[in-house]
């Protein structure tokens, strides 16, 4: 009788168990790093070009950059709040100008750009918002 395509033997199976067990391992190494990563830089300046994450303080979701679905307004990505982050919801803050180098400190008051991690991408903000139109 021939198995069904997609079927597993029972070989196969511990081979996808142990793949599994082993993707759910370095999950938590990279969740207990990222912990103890946060917990090291708690508190202190944050630095041009510095790694971030940027969690909103209601839904304790991470912006996250979804660098394949189109925005609403014309040359730009979605930005969306996840609640796992990722290689997407990585930024740095950028200086804008050449009034500050990488490892000076962020000052509230210094103009500044939002950039992916992966330097393609820059978050723009303005002040009035509003999506109304776009339902």
């Not at 033997?9 to 511990?14: Q, S, V, Y």
């Not at 040359?75 to 009034?99: A, H, P, Q, R, Y």
Request: proline residues 3%.
């Amino acid at each position: 009788m021939k198995r069904p395509e997609g079927a597993v033997d029972g070989t196969h199976l511990a081979e996808y168990e142990n793949k599994l067990n082993f993707i759910k391992k370095k999950y938590n190494e990279e969740i207990e790093e990222n912990n103890s990563e946060f917990k090291n830089v708690q508190g202190q300046p944050v630095l041009y070009g510095q790694t971030i994450h940027l969690k909103h303080l209601y839904s304790e979701c991470y912006l996250t950059l979804q660098p394949h679905s189109l925005a609403w307004q014309y040359g730009c990505v979605e930005l969306t709040l996840e609640e796992e982050g990722s290689e997407d919801s990585n930024f740095k803050f950028m200086t804008s100008g050449n009034l500050k180098t990488k490892e000076d400190v962020v000052a509230f008051s210094d103009p500044i750009h939002i950039a992916s991690s992966r330097g393609d991408y820059f978050m723009h903000v303005w002040d009035e918002v509003n999506i109304s139109n776009h339902s």
